[in-house]
């Protein structure tokens, strides 16, 4: 395993390590020992799957607490380009994006801890999204930030006439509007 630094506290890629042959591959997706050598010590509570179409945009979503999550996700089939905003209040990569094309054939991993908004959009046909969270969803506490928010000036790798939103996506506030993570 192979962990790659952002630049951003706690916020990392993971690599796996791959063994192919004639047959196909076979990689470690999770070890819960191996993550604590790298300061991941989260308990996974939950794991989610989607599938989406090209240009679908999911996020970008945060838990309010006591629901708050971290999450370490992955693509299992397809190319998405997935995003993270750090909204930890006194941190100093505040409003900071970080974004990172996880694949089904990179196998790359992203781990988003607690206080980052994450979303991803599909760059390819369709994309099959696997995650694991620390915390149960609650739909009570479910937070957003829209994606166009120019204050974030996130580059989303696809034109916005493109971009599919869910209903609640598309009504969420700008990120100078909700409450800094604590």
């Known amino acids: ?3 790659i630094e952002t630049g951003i506290d706690g916020l990392v890629i993971i690599e796996p390590k791959i063994f192919s042959d004639d047959r196909g591959y076979f990689f470690e997706s ?3 020992s191996k993550l604590a050598e790298y300061g991941i010590k989260d308990s996974f509570v939950q794991d989610n799957e989607s599938r989406s179409k090209y240009g679908t945009l999911r996020g970008l979503h945060y ?4 629901y708050t999550q971290s999450k370490l996700v992955r693509v ?3 190319m998405v380009l997935d995003v993270a905003v750090d909204f930890r209040k006194g941190s ?3 409003g900071k994006s970080y974004s990172v094309e ?3 054939e990179n196998k790359r991993q992203f781990y988003v801890p607690r206080g980052f908004l994450h979303g991803f959009v599909v760059l390819s046909e369709y994309a099959t999204f696997a995650y694991k969270c620390d915390n149960i969803y609650a739909p009570t506490h479910d937070g957003g930030v829209i994606f166009s928010d120019t204050d974030l000036g996130i580059d989303w790798k696809i034109n916005h006439d493109d971009i ?3 209903s609640k996506d598309n009504e969420l506030p700008k990120f100078s509007d909700i409450i800094p993570y604590e």
């Open 92 to 94: 100093s990569t505040y």
């Open 63 to 66: 838990q309010k607490p006591p």
């Open 1 to 3: 395993m192979n962990i």
């Open 76 to 78: 299992i089939d397809g």
């Open 102 to 104: 996880l694949s089904g």
């Open 164 to 166: 599919l939103l869910s």
């Open 30 to 32: 999770y070890n819960t």
